[in-house]
């Protein structure tokens, strides 16, 4: 299983961006997905999670309000919009495969993709 997010690049604050992670060899209709991220300095951060069924989601909330994940099973991707971005969301941005989202945590993640930076500058 390969996981590859993209999407990221340099924004000013206020700012959107949405970023994309596809998968090969799984089928994202069937697990729990997530993003995290990394500051520069800081430890990996929980961002956003979805249940496969879609019948939950959970934000951290630092981002609650801004951020929506979302997925696009035809496409086996999984999305995470980013509106009114802010310098301190500057991060490396990972997306995450399998795992249990559960309405206060998501643990056992499986799969870990290739981050994408996202830069904000204020």
């Known amino acids: 299983v390969q996981l590859q997010a993209y999407g990221g690049g340099l924004v000013q604050h206020g700012g959107s961006l949405r970023l994309s992670c596809t998968a090969s060899g799984r089928t994202f209709s069937s697990y729990d997905m997530g993003w995290f991220r990394r500051a520069p300095g800081k430890e990996r951060e929980f961002v956003a999670a979805?249940?496969?069924?879609?019948?939950?989601?959970r934000y951290a909330d630092s981002v609650k309000g801004r951020f929506t994940i979302s997925t696009d099973n035809a496409k086996n991707t999984v999305y995470l919009q980013m509106n009114n971005l802010k310098p301190e969301d500057t991060a490396v941005y990972y997306c995450?495969?399998?795992?249990?989202?559960?309405?206060?945590?998501?643990?056992?993640?499986?799969?870990w993709g290739k981050g994408t930076l996202v830069t904000v500058s204020s």
């Open positions: 995450t495969s399998g795992g249990t989202v559960t309405p206060v945590s998501y643990y056992g993640m499986e799969y």
């Open positions: 979805k249940s496969w069924s879609g019948t939950i989601t």
